[in-house]
């Protein structure tokens, strides 16, 4: 079911050969439960597993209920020049009154206005999702804030081709 859904609506996703024109929405406000990491695109894979199962982990241990996808929140617009460090977050979203847990702090992600698309492929390769997002922003006349974020909507693996993440860049 899930192929052919995606075979079906793949035009509507970047994959290289046919990048999207992204759409613009309002993201509601919501809690987030998460923990912060420092890092760079080369080496963030270790660091963002660890805090993912910990996180889980103190969670479940506290009967937190987290809700939805993986998020990933970046500092500083890190896409723009993807070589250097930076500060991120990653987490879940969690209900508006739910506690932090163990070290793991909960926060009120504010609404923002985005230019998002999906991306499907492997995660090595999200990068050319976020430059295509970039060139698409400015071609429509719209303003890039320093606000980024990914919402991992299916996770097969690093490699995987099957992957999907809601990529998201912050507009005026």
């Known amino acids: 079911m899930r192929n052919s859904l ?7 996703f970047f ?3 046919n990048p999207p024109s992204p759409v613009v ?10 923990g912060g990491i420092e890092t760079d695109f080369k080496n963030m894979g270790e ?19 987290l809700h939805g996808p993986v998020v990933h929140f970046y500092y500083g ?12 977050e990653t987490g ?3 209900p508006e009154d739910a506690p932090g847990v163990a070290k793991f702090k909960r926060r009120k992600l504010p609404a923002f206005k985005c230019a998002t698309i999906l ?12 430059q295509q997002l970039y060139r698409s922003v400015r071609d ?3 303003t890039p804030t320093d606000e980024e974020r990914e919402l991992y909507l299916y996770w097969e693996g690093v490699d995987s081709p099957n992957n999907i993440v809601q990529v998201q860049l912050g507009v005026k």
């Not at 995606?6 to 509507?12: I, Q």
């Not at 929405?25 to 998460?34: C, D, E, H, N």
């Not at 660091?47 to 209920?65: Q, S, W």
């Not at 991306?119 to 976020?130: D, K, L, N, S, V």
């Open 47 to 65: 660091p963002v597993g660890k805090t993912l199962t910990d996180l889980m982990e103190a969670a479940k241990e506290e009967k937190v209920g």
């Open 119 to 130: 991306y499907i492929g492997p995660a090595p390769q999200i990068g050319e999702a976020w």
């Open 25 to 34: 929405q309002s993201v509601p406000a919501k809690g987030y439960l998460q």
């Open 92 to 94: 879940f979203f969690v």
């Open 140 to 142: 429509q006349g719209l």
């Open 6 to 12: 995606l075979n079906s609506h793949r035009g509507l």
């Open 77 to 88: 617009a890190p896409h723009r020049d993807p070589a250097k460090r930076f500060k991120m």
């Open 15 to 17: 994959n290289n050969s």
